[in-house]
């Protein structure tokens, strides 16, 4: 079944196209909530309330660009407003990664996604926020602004951050390898 054909299915609240969009989908907002989350027991959370808020909202939809942009749109919402509403804090960086030399990581081209989510996690929180947006996800500082309550350019300020602070952040995790060697 085709997306259109998917859609329309779902505005009508055919149980075998929500499943069939849900299955189609999930892997790809899991993933985006992951981005979002400090472990995978919250992504699963925003994922869960974002299928309800997407299947409410089906109806609302305009056609208008992707579906697999809309549906990502809602991901990032649901996940930005359960920070908010939650407080919830993923660890700054406090200088230290390793606390055993036997601890030591691998070459940073061999870093997995999950240690690379790591690092982003380590980032201040309006700068972790814009880079996942404008760097992972493609969004426009226009768009940042908007569903971050902040200006344009203060998405900017916030991206150019967060490189500054991630290229110290490699360059450390560089150095405690050639030492470690």
Not at 63 to 87: C, S, Y
Not at 150 to 162: D, K, M, P, V, Y
Request: glycine share 6%.
């Amino acid at each position: 079944m085709d997306n259109i054909n998917l859609i329309r299915g779902c505005k009508e609240a055919n149980p075998k196209a929500q499943r069939q969009l849900l299955e189609r989908y999930s892997g790809l907002l899991f993933s985006v909530a992951l981005r979002y989350s400090k472990d995978r027991s919250e992504a699963k959370d925003i994922l869960q309330e974002s299928w309800i808020n997407i299947f409410k909202g089906i109806s609302k939809y305009k056609h208008e660009g992707k579906l697999e942009g809309w549906m990502t749109r809602v991901v990032i919402n649901v996940a930005l407003r359960k920070k908010q509403t939650f407080h919830a804090r993923t660890a700054i960086y406090d200088g230290t990664f390793y606390e055993d030399i036997s601890e030591q990581p691998e070459a940073l081209d061999q870093l997995q996604y999950d240690d690379l989510l790591r690092i982003v996690n380590q980032l201040p929180d309006g700068c972790r926020e814009v880079f996942k947006m404008a760097a992972i996800d493609g969004l426009k500082h226009k768009e940042i602004g908007e569903i971050l309550g902040i200006e344009e350019s203060t998405s900017r300020a916030h991206l150019t951050r967060a490189k500054k602070k991630l290229r110290d952040i490699l360059a450390q995790l560089e150095k405690v390898e050639t030492y470690g060697e």
